[in-house]
């Protein structure tokens, strides 16, 4: 079965630098996403893509956050000024066109920030 | 807005009892709902859905759950636990309107299972 695949499955950074977490979505997925956990805390949404824009947006997606599609098939999530506490496993996740597509996820990220 | 309650950070059960995993939702519109489980150092994994069809649905490894409308809660069943379940649980809302929408979690409740 298709899935989802994130790399690097740990990443460790020091505070203010920037990270690049990478995603392969479902090849014939159209929407894509990006959610956090804090540890112990839940799922958070952060982003969604379609058509090579974002779409929806939480809160928590400032600027220091930005996501691209370079290549049609990577989605990447850029954190451009690490704080301590982006410190969180990062999902991605895709979803086809059809009206009852499941979201699919990856195994995910953890970023930890020291 | 949408919204979930988990009730219970945590629930144990003994091997072969019933597990009951509850949630309620809160939504503006006719939800979408879902339970998703996280194994350790895994990602998210699609128990079951509820699009509005049939109020009972069954999903993967024994689980079911029933949408009632009434109580706004859509609770996660399994009759006989195995020690194979004990993961993290999350219960999930949407708008159904379109694909492309965010899912919302629930904070998740953590299933033990002893033997």
């Known amino acids: 079965e298709p899935e989802v695949t994130q790399t690097p499955s740990h990443q460790v950074t020091q505070m203010g630098q920037e990270v690049i977490l990478r995603c392969v979505p479902i090849?014939?997925?159209?929407?894509f996403y990006w959610y956090r956990q804090i540890l112990g805390q839940k799922v958070e949404f952060l982003v969604s893509?379609?058509?090579?824009?974002?779409?929806?947006k939480s809160e928590i997606f400032d600027d220091q956050f930005s996501v691209e599609r370079p290549d049609g098939s990577n989605f990447t999530l850029k954190i451009r000024s690490t704080k301590l506490e982006d410190s969180a496993m990062y999902f991605c996740?895709?979803?086809?066109?059809?009206?009852?597509?499941?979201?699919?996820f990856g195994n995910g990220t953890r970023l930890t920030v020291t | 807005a949408q919204s979930v309650t988990q009730l219970g950070s945590h629930v144990s059960v003994s091997e072969g009892a019933l597990v009951l995993l509850r949630c309620n939702y809160s939504?503006?519109?006719?939800?979408?709902l879902f339970w998703y489980v996280q194994y350790p150092n895994q990602g998210l994994q699609l128990l079951l859905k509820?699009?509005?069809?049939?109020?009972l649905v069954k999903g993967i490894n024994g689980f079911e759950a029933e949408f009632k409308k009434s109580e706004t809660s859509f609770h996660l069943t399994k009759p006989s636990a195995h020690m194979s379940d004990a993961a993290e649980y999350f219960c999930?809302?949407?708008?159904?309107?379109?694909?492309?929408?965010?899912?919302?979690f629930g904070k998740g409740t953590t299933l033990s299972v002893s033997s």
């Open positions: 893509f379609y058509n090579n824009e974002i779409s929806e």
């Open positions: 090849s014939n997925h159209l929407y």
């Open positions: 999930a809302v949407s708008d159904p309107a379109q694909a492309g929408t965010a899912l919302i």
């Open positions: 939504s503006s519109v006719p939800p979408y």
């Open positions: 509820y699009t509005s069809a049939a109020t």
């Open positions: 996740a895709s979803e086809g066109s059809s009206y009852n597509s499941p979201l699919h």
